[in-house]
């Protein structure tokens, strides 16, 4: 893992038996915002390495369900309500199990960001269609007024997806966590109240 990853989050990841030290974006999140409640259903895209699966578990409770998915193993055991799946949410299938297999979500949460190549129009180009894809999945499966939480690099795309989501959902803030590195052009994009369709 690079140098400048090694800061004070990472090693409260490592004393606390986190998997990663963005779990502590959602804790500070989740602390101001309250999306996820005790017997919540959440979908977390992107899951691995699984320290948001390891916080939404606790938050949700035993009466909960979550399920994370990655296309990279997530190699971590979960308690009994939290379900992994090796998966490419582009695949359309992946789209059909997850509506066939599971009763509709509370909350969408995606953490996904593309490989950088520290060319920044090319990362935050390729962090924009993860963010539709977050954004057309969170439609699918959530039920209103459901909320969804996810990452975006700010680029030329930024405000024209930050729109699209604004139209379906009551209210949307975009949140910049104190866990997030300095240097990071991360933010994230908060939506709540999922409108019901005509």
């Not at 520290?118 to 993860?130: F, H, K, T, Y």
Request: net charge positive; with cysteine.
């Amino acid at each position: 893992m690079p140098h400048h990853y090694q800061d004070h989050y990472f090693f409260k990841a490592k004393k606390e038996g986190f998997l990663a030290r963005a779990v502590y974006k959602l804790e500070e999140i989740q602390a101001k915002y309250r999306i996820l409640r005790p017997g919540f259903r959440v979908l977390d895209l992107g899951a691995a390495p699984g320290s948001w699966l390891q916080f939404t578990e606790k938050a949700v409770g035993p009466g909960g369900r979550v399920v994370g998915v990655d296309i990279k193993p997530i190699r971590h055991l979960f308690a009994p309500h939290v379900t992994t799946l090796e998966r490419d949410i582009f695949d359309r299938a992946c789209l059909e199990e997850l509506n066939s297999r599971f009763p509709p979500f509370d909350v969408v949460l995606s953490d996904m960001a593309p490989s950088t190549t520290g060319i920044r129009c090319a990362d935050s180009a390729r962090s924009a269609l993860l963010f539709e894809r977050a954004i057309e999945v969170a439609l699918a499966v959530l039920k209103p007024p459901g909320s969804f939480l996810g990452k975006l690099f700010q680029g030329s795309e930024s405000n024209q997806l930050i729109a699209a989501a604004k139209s379906r959902f009551n209210r949307l803030k975009v949140v910049k966590p104190g866990a997030s590195r300095k240097d990071s052009r991360e933010i994230y994009i908060l939506a709540t109240g999922l409108r019901k369709t005509q």
